[in-house]
């Protein structure tokens, strides 16, 4: 069974400072890797995702992420944070040919003025 | 527009009562998914349905009940056997019940029970 692990339950930045958010996954095959933004009390939307090909994935809101195999991570970054990016924001992980996906647990991020 | 509804937003009910989540998707999509979210939880999967009639546990599926009679709707009950029901719960649908494929989200229902 895959899992996933967000080192950080908590990170602050200040506003214009770059980003980057940590995810580790566990499991044996190429994982299919994913990271999503929740604002509070709303549901989820997708950031990006990768499946394979490069390994630097582009997504929405300006928000990038490198699929390391080497170290089993899928770090989400982005150059210059904004207020609006405060959330919280789960990685998640899934496996050929299941529809499933763990996710992790999370990881907030405050943006300071 | 297309996209998954939940209803309502907020929920109360008293301990002992049974009560039903409604999820309903127009996005035509294969498969469905309910996930139970708690403070620094995460998501845990209650129950999933990869096709119309057919649906499995998830990790938590202990005092929940699903049906999966409509291909757009995917409604949860949460029983009396349900030790801690009260949390945030949110219902997913994915083009395809063979994925991995992105999940979209519906907003959510709080519940709370007292």
């Known amino acids: 069974a895959q899992s996933v692990t967000q080192p950080d339950i908590h990170i602050t930045v200040s506003e214009g400072a770059s980003l980057e958010l940590r995810c580790n996954y566990s499991y044996g095959a190429t994982p299919y890797l994913f990271w999503y933004v929740q604002s509070p009390g709303q549901g989820l939307q997708l950031l990006l995702k990768?499946?394979?090909?490069?390994?630097l994935v582009q997504g929405i809101k300006g928000f990038e992420a490198e699929f390391k195999r080497s170290q089993s991570s899928f770090n989400l970054r982005k150059p210059s944070v904004h207020w609006s990016d405060a959330a919280e924001y789960f990685c998640a992980v899934g496996a050929r040919g299941y529809s499933t996906l763990t996710f992790g647990k999370g990881t907030m991020l405050l943006v300071s003025p | 527009d297309g996209g998954i509804t939940q209803s309502p937003k907020y929920l109360f009910r008293k301990e002992g009562q049974n009560v039903t989540l409604s999820c309903e998707q127009n996005l035509n999509h294969d498969a469905m998914y309910w996930y139970r979210q708690d403070p620094g939880q995460g998501l845990r999967l209650i129950y999933y349905s990869q096709i119309v009639n057919d649906f499995q546990k998830g990790d938590i599926a202990e005092g929940y009940s699903v049906s999966r009679e409509k291909k757009e709707s995917f409604p949860l009950t949460v029983t009396s056997a349900q030790k801690n029901p009260t949390a945030f719960y949110l219902c997913a649908s994915s083009i395809s019940g063979t994925g991995p494929d992105e999940q979209y989200f519906g907003p959510g229902t709080r519940l709370t029970v007292t």
């Open positions: 990768y499946f394979s090909g490069d390994t």
